[in-house]
């Protein structure tokens, strides 16, 4: 496979000794990890920035570079190459996943293509990184852990872009968890809403159509939540009791360009919603703790609102998106005068990711998630080490989002997650 180039000299002890700086970053002077993204709309931009400010902020072991990215329109594609600091551009992800100086396919496209470009990319000899969810359907995402295990064999690495793990308050969450700070777990509370089709209108962007997305809210949405729930918790979904709903079944049909979640509608053509907009669900963790999820795109002025709270027999802790630099923690063993939940300000260089960043109480935002995304990979692509969430995680997430789809087409029945 591609290999990073092995720098020489002065770059060489800098890279062995780990002191190497640059005016342009930290990790300039190390072996570069020549990366290919497919996609520039909106994870192509997050990414983008993810991968540009990695090893300017933290001190890596490879140095990041934006050396192609892939979209069908030569022009927007050399626009946004441009606009986010690539080197080059290709119109056919065919031909950027052949390319001999990439070492590293980052799939920011929506669902339909993850598997076959995922599948390609692995063939070549690429270390990937997907977004999520990992796949459209279970077949698809099996095959793909399928390939990324043999792929692993010959030290090329896979994982999933579930970057809400990458929040700092997230990941002092799970280390609290892990440090048994809220004991025994008994219940999980989480919900995901957005509110950008409350108004019919709204155009039949790819996000409705199951042939591309996979699912709507569910997928979207509720594979977030789900993958954060069992990554906070460390353990995972036994099964699940759902309610999907559709609830604007026809939309007009997009005119031009549809980027992230905005888009015009076109002449007042429609056509039909295939995904649902909405999904509600309960579970059941392995160790008997019970969840409940809620993920939808009709929740009128919330716009990116992501709640988790855990409750344990010692302890609870809780988080909101909107308030990413905070996690809630109540520590249910102090005397209950003077007990209650506490707010920890998560920017103090010993909280995940924030050595590195700015003093005390200079917070951070939604897009360092994709800088610590970049960062965690380089490192383990450095180290030879698989990264998290990999891609069986990503099927596990995907196997769940398909126990809730048959509950819900079932009345809700409790339906097992198949392992
Ligand atoms: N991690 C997150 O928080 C997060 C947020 C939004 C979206 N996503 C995921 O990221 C992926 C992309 O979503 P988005 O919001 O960036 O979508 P988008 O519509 O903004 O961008 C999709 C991009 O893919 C390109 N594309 C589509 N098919 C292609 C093909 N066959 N070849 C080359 N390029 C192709 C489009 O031209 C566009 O540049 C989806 O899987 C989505 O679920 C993740």
Same mark, same amino acid.
Request: aromatic letters at 8%; charged letters at 20%.
């Given at each position: ?54 090893g300017r902020v933290f001190d890596l072991p490879l140095n990041p570079q934006l050396t192609a990215i892939c979209g069908r329109d030569a022009d927007a594609v050399r626009a946004a190459a441009d606009r986010h600091g690539w080197a080059s551009t290709e119109t056919d992800w065919r031909a950027l996943v052949e390319r001999d100086d990439i070492d590293l396919v980052d799939i920011c496209t929506p669902g339909d293509s993850h598997a076959e470009i995922a599948l390609a990319a692995l063939a070549a000899g690429k270390h990937v990184l997907c977004e999520k969810p990992l796949a459209n ?44 700070? =809220? ?20 155009? &039949? ?8 997305? +996979?699912?709507?809210?569910?997928? !979207? ?15 995972? &979904? ?37 995904? !649902? ?10 160790? +008997? ?18 709640? =988790? ?17 905070? &996690? ?15 707010? =920890? ?9 924030? !050595? ?64």
């Open positions: 496979m591609g290999q990073p180039q092995q720098p020489e000299g002065a770059e060489a002890e800098a890279a062995a000794t780990g002191t190497g700086t640059a005016a342009t970053g930290a990790s300039a002077s190390r072996p570069p990890l020549r990366v290919g993204m497919v996609g520039y709309a909106f994870m192509g931009a997050a990414h983008s920035q993810g991968w540009r400010t990695a359907t279970v077949a698809e995402a099996e095959a793909m852990v399928r390939a990324a295990e043999e792929a692993a064999e010959r030290g090329q690495l896979a994982m999933v872009g579930f970057n809400y793990r990458r929040v700092p308050a997230t990941a002092l969450a799970r280390r609290m968890v892990a440090e048994g700070r =809220i004991g025994r777990l008994r219940h999980v509370r989480v919900t995901y809403l957005q509110d950008w089709l409350v108004d019919p209108q709204a155009p &039949l962007t790819w996000r409705l159509r199951k042939e591309l997305a +996979g699912s709507g809210s569910l997928g !979207d949405l509720g594979a977030h939540i789900v993958d954060l729930a069992q990554y906070l918790t460390g353990e995972r &979904l036994a099964g699940v009791s759902a309610l999907t709903e559709t609830f604007v079944r026809r939309r007009p049909l997009p005119g031009g360009a549809a980027v992230g979640l905005s888009a015009v509608s076109a002449d007042g053509t429609t056509g039909e919603v295939t995904v !649902d907009d909405a999904a509600v669900f309960t579970g059941r963790f392995t160790s +008997g703790a019970l969840a409940s999820f809620e993920a939808t795109r009709y929740a009128t002025g919330r716009k990116n609102a992501l709640r =988790i709270e855990l409750n344990g027999e010692r302890g609870s802790l809780a988080f909101d998106l909107e308030r990413l630099n905070e &996690l809630s923690y109540h520590d249910g063993t102090e005397p209950g005068a003077h007990a209650g939940f506490r707010r =920890i300000l998560v920017t103090e260089p010993d909280h995940p990711y924030l !050595d590195a960043w700015w003093p005390p109480g200079h917070g951070l935002g939604y897009e360092h998630t994709f800088v610590h995304q970049a960062r965690d990979l380089v490192h383990a692509v450095a180290e030879g080490r698989r990264p998290e969430p990999s891609f069986a995680d990503g099927l596990q997430v995907q196997r769940v989002l398909a126990a809730v789809e048959e509950s819900a087409e079932k009345n809700s029945v409790y339906t097992p997650i198949a392992v």
